[in-house]
């Protein structure tokens, strides 16, 4: 065999050990795990618009993110409670009340405004499959924690007589066992006085709160947080809680909730 065929043949053997040996390094592409990637971030916060049943409520909340499927929260609430039959009416002008405006409503039979102060903890636990595929990503909510209701003076603004005389004046006053006569009587009633006249008078009842919900989170991976709930809160009370004058107060308020989220998440 000549020395330039043997060359040849050499070079062809060498390639084709060559091709096989990169042959047998070809690596299978590596599937990615998706699970790990809520852990690019640590935190979020989020503000929340929270009506439900009886009033509403906005809050803002701190979380820290564990997993993709679970972050622990702390939580603080800005809420208003209303009586279950409280029911605003308008001021009807008649000859007996003649400063009456029928532009004027007001809740008959109230005699404190509820505002509740929350604060409390809590865990988001996702188990949507979705969420892997930038989806929406569904789980459950829960938090509790104790409250501070705020009792504030519901102020009327009534026609009055001047003792000894026919002349009439608007005078304006709290719910009282001495007035209550006239802080009932529809004919007497001119309108509700500002909102800020009780906060002179402010007393507080304190509770307890929890509540329970579906969440979802729109763009479970995104940098902003989109998310909505819908659920069922509790609040209740050392005492009944005096809202109305001629309906029973209970110290407990069951509540369902829709809230909307937003944030950002780092």
């Known amino acids: 065999m000549k020395w330039g065929n043997l060359s040849v043949l050499l070079i062809g053997l060498c390639a084709l050990g060559a091709g096989h040996v990169n042959a047998q390094s070809i690596v299978q592409p590596k ?16 503000f929340e618009l929270r009506p439900h049943s009886n ?9 820290n993110i564990k997993t993709f499927y679970k972050t622990h929260f702390y939580q603080f609430d800005l809420g208003f409670l209303k009586h279950p039959k409280e029911y605003r009416q308008s001021v009807t002008f008649n000859s007996s009340n003649p400063f009456a405006r029928t532009s004027n409503s007001y809740t008959y039979g109230k005699q404190n ?8 903890v809590g865990k988001k636990i996702y188990f949507s499959e ?13 938090e509790l924690g104790p409250s501070i209701g705020l009792l504030i003076p519901y102020y009327l603004e009534l026609s009055r007589i001047e003792d000894g005389g026919s002349q009439d004046y608007i005078s304006t006053e709290r719910y009282s066992e001495e007035n209550a006569d006239v802080f009932l009587d529809n004919s007497k009633i001119i309108g509700p006085a500002s909102f800020f006249k009780g906060f002179g008078n402010i007393s507080a009842i304190p509770g307890v709160h929890a509540r329970l919900g579906a969440h979802f ?11 909505f709930e819908m659920g069922i809160m509790i609040d209740a009370f050392v005492k009944p809680v005096p809202i109305m004058v001629i309906e029973n107060n209970s110290p407990a308020f069951i509540n369902g909730y829709i809230s909307f989220q937003i944030g950002k998440r780092q």
């Open 55 to 63: 009033g509403g409520a906005i809050s803002m909340q701190f979380g």
């Open 31 to 46: 599937q990615l795990d998706y699970s790990s990637m809520g852990i690019l971030y640590s935190k979020e916060k989020v």
């Open 130 to 142: 979705k969420a892997k595929r930038k989806g929406v990503a569904a789980g459950v909510s829960y």
């Open 113 to 120: 405004y509820f505002m509740v102060l929350r604060g409390g």
């Open 217 to 227: 989170s729109v763009g479970a991976f995104d940098k902003y947080v989109k998310a």
